[in-house]
């Protein structure tokens, strides 16, 4: 017997999702937006509450640079801004 994945429980699903046509076939018109400046570069985010889950957009680039579990608005960098570590040079 076949066993189905909820698409809202599978983060590979939601990785995949990299262009804007994309995002909005799996989010709708009632996605909180949010725009927002990062380094100095503009980015929308989308939290679709029904999902709980949240998309970053990179508005340059028009893609999803970044997607993960919750509200809270978060980066497409690995650093923060003027961040200095092993990873972050």
């Not at 046509?21 to 939290?47: E, G, M, N, S």
């Not at 893609?63 to 579990?69: D, L």
Request: a negative charge.
């Amino acid at each position: 017997m076949p066993q189905f994945v909820l698409a809202a429980d599978d983060d590979a699903f939601y990785q995949s999702i990299v262009t804007v046509d994309d995002l909005f076939q799996v989010i709708d018109d009632r996605a909180l937006t949010t725009r927002f400046k990062d380094q100095a570069t503009d980015f929308t985010h989308y939290y679709a509450s029904s999902l709980e889950r949240s998309f970053i957009v990179d508005d340059e680039l028009g893609q999803v640079c970044n997607t993960y579990s919750g509200s809270d608005i978060r980066s497409c960098y690995p650093c923060e801004l003027d961040e200095v570590s092993k990873a972050c040079p």
